[in-house]
Nanobody, 123 residues
Framework: QVQLVESGGGLVQAGGSLRLSCAAS????????MGWLRQAPGKEREFVAG????????VYADSVKGRFTISRDNAKNMVYLQMNSLKPEDTAVYYC????????????????WGQGTQVTVSS
């Protein structure tokens, strides 16, 4: 069982940066792939970024590639999403997600996710 709590969202101007954090509970955190999903108003939830359990490999949606960076610290049970060069279209609720399968995170069917944190990018 994994419980996830996101933090770090807020209001930022276009071109700015934010760093999201996700605190995970559970002794088996290091055995899970982790990721970030987001949902904009009126749109379906979509995959943003994922990282394998060991942290050695990452994957990104094309829309954020080169601007966002996902990382994890297994010793602290933390996952991060560094977001740079933010655009108004990045406005969404961002969810931390976990599953033993990175593929399930990528197709937006993870076994675990948090309550979400709002990110708003003004133009």
């Amino acid at each position: 069982q994994v419980q996830l709590v996101e933090s770090g969202g807020g209001l930022v101007q276009a071109g700015g940066s934010l760093r999201l954090s996700c605190a995970a509970s559970g002794r088996t955190f290091s055995s899970y792939a982790m990721g970030w999903l987001r949902q904009a108003p009126g749109k379906e939830r979509e995959f943003v970024a994922g990282i394998i359990k060991g942290g050695g490999s990452t994957v990104y949606a094309d829309s954020v590639k080169g601007r966002f960076t996902i990382s994890r610290d297994n010793a602290k049970n933390m996952v991060y999403l560094q977001m740079n060069s933010l655009k108004p279209e990045d406005t969404a609720v961002y969810y931390c997600a976990g599953d033993q399968s990175l593929h399930k995170i990528m197709v937006v069917t993870p076994g675990y996710w948090g309550q979400g944190t709002q990110v708003t990018v003004s133009s």
